[in-house]
């Protein structure tokens, strides 16, 4: 947990906040875009519910009630939905500059000089940077029907198996531009998670948790990006 918050320390370090603004630019629009949209559709679609009631006197407690009722269950699934669909999404079209982002602070903490890139190569790797998206998507998805299906079948171990599911995208997501710098396959990034459980689940965990916290989780991409870089750095670099 704690290469989590250090990310924080790092993306205000001098030398580093410039790489830190084009994945948080990309996430604050994206979650604001989204949140924006979704709570007009929300405010419609209660007034449209509310106006299924029949306007009569004695029901006006139950269109008041239905409506302090239905706000807090939207908001909460606005969260849920904002910390799946829009980080997917965010992390997609930030994959080139988290690369980059990766690289600069692993630079940073070790003092030695990595390949000198900048926006020129990172637009050149788009193709490449996508490809690995496109493996993580892959593995994702049918992991992830499995998951929900438990998670509707068996509702209260459905829901910490897939809290957990999730936990573990996460350390995937964020330690794999590390590991993609260096050319490491996905699948040997993936036995090295394995191999350090512990580690992975405790910072998918703390990704998760801040991930549904609001206006913390449009900070929580490159935060995540440089923790999960000086975990590359001090503890899984060795094992590759």
């Excluded at 001098?14 to 630019?25: C, Q």
């Excluded at 637009?123 to 993580?136: A, C, N, Q």
């Excluded at 459905?158 to 599911?165: I, K, R, S």
Aim: proline content about 4%.
């Amino acid at each position: 947990m704690d290469y989590f918050f250090q990310g924080f320390r790092l993306i205000t370090t001098k030398g580093l906040k410039r790489f830190v603004f084009f994945p948080l630019a990309i996430n604050l629009i994206l979650f604001t875009a989204g949140f924006y949209y979704l709570f007009g559709e929300i405010s419609s679609s209660i007034v449209w519910l509310t106006e299924l009631i029949p306007d009569w006197k004695w029901l006006s407690w139950l269109k008041d009630g239905l409506s302090y009722i239905i706000w807090p269950i939207a908001v909460i699934t606005i969260l849920l939905v904002f910390a799946l669909t829009f980080g997917t999404l965010a992390n997609w079209i930030a994959a080139p500059f988290n690369g980059l982002l990766a690289e600069k602070v692993e630079q940073h903490l070790t003092g030695q000089r990595m390949d000198d890139t900048g926006l020129t190569d990172v637009f050149k790797d788009i193709p490449r940077t996508l490809g690995r998206e496109l493996s993580k998507l892959t593995y994702y998805i049918p992991r992830a029907i499995g998951f929900l299906l438990l998670f509707f079948i068996l509702p209260v171990f459905g829901q910490v198996l897939w809290f957990l599911f999730s936990a573990w995208m996460m350390a995937i997501q964020y330690c794999d531009y590390a590991f993609d710098n260096h050319k490491v396959s996905f699948r040997e990034m993936k036995h090295v998670l394995q191999a350090n459980r512990s580690q992975s689940f405790s910072f998918g965990i703390t990704v998760s948790v801040f991930s549904l916290i609001p206006i913390v989780n449009f900070l929580v991409m490159p935060v995540a990006v440089c923790g999960a870089t000086a975990l590359w750095v001090d503890e899984l670099k060795e094992q590759v």
